[in-house]
């Protein structure tokens, strides 16, 4: 399965990809044993490759609050699993995706497919950006490049703000070139 998805997903079939592994991503549920998902929980990378590819296709597809719902799903059986679970690290699999994506789109005539690309993953950072301002820089700065990605400077902006309200210079000296370059 997990070859096959990556084949259609790399070739931007985000709906193969999804019909693929949203069966196994189904069989999966926290709290109920079953022989594929003792599989999954001996062979980690397998388990998160499955899981991003339904969170990106279904992300791409237009479908985020279904992506939404496999994220958690995802988060759940890590920890059910004592797999890590990071956030972050997803975050930066999906940009790069995107950015292919993206990139593809841009060279297309029909620009309804690139507006509904930016759409759906502006509305996936809307959904993942922190409620509390206080989450760690390294994560809002990521939230803050994922959103220039896909040319919402905006939202940048008022993360900064936000989080360091009229001084950037609290930053750490570690983060501070990367935050005055945003």
């Not at 490049?145 to 040319?151: A, D, P, Q, R, V």
Request: charged fraction near 30%.
């Amino acid at each position: 399965v997990y070859s096959k998805a990556r084949d259609q997903y790399n070739k931007a079939d985000y709906s193969k990809a999804l019909g693929l592994v949203d069966p196994v991503i189904k069989q999966l549920d926290v709290g109920k044993a079953s022989g594929l998902k003792t599989t999954l929980k001996s062979n980690e990378p397998l388990f998160n490759a499955l899981m991003g590819y339904g969170l990106r296709s279904l992300i791409q597809l237009g479908r985020v609050p279904e992506g939404m719902k496999v994220l958690k799903k995802w988060e759940e059986l890590a920890k059910e699993a004592g797999h890590a679970f990071n956030l972050k690290s997803i975050l930066k699999q999906s940009i790069g995706a995107m950015h292919r994506q993206i990139r593809l789109l841009r060279e297309q005539p029909d620009k309804s497919k690139l507006n509904n690309t930016i759409d759906s993953f502006n509305q996936f950072l809307d959904q993942i950006t922190p409620k509390d301002k206080d989450e760690d820089l390294a994560f809002l700065r990521l939230l803050c490049l994922s959103y220039s990605s896909i040319g919402k400077h905006e939202k940048c902006a008022n993360l900064i703000e936000e989080a360091l309200p009229g001084d950037i210079d609290k930053v750490k000296v570690a983060n501070r070139k990367m935050w005055k370059v945003l």
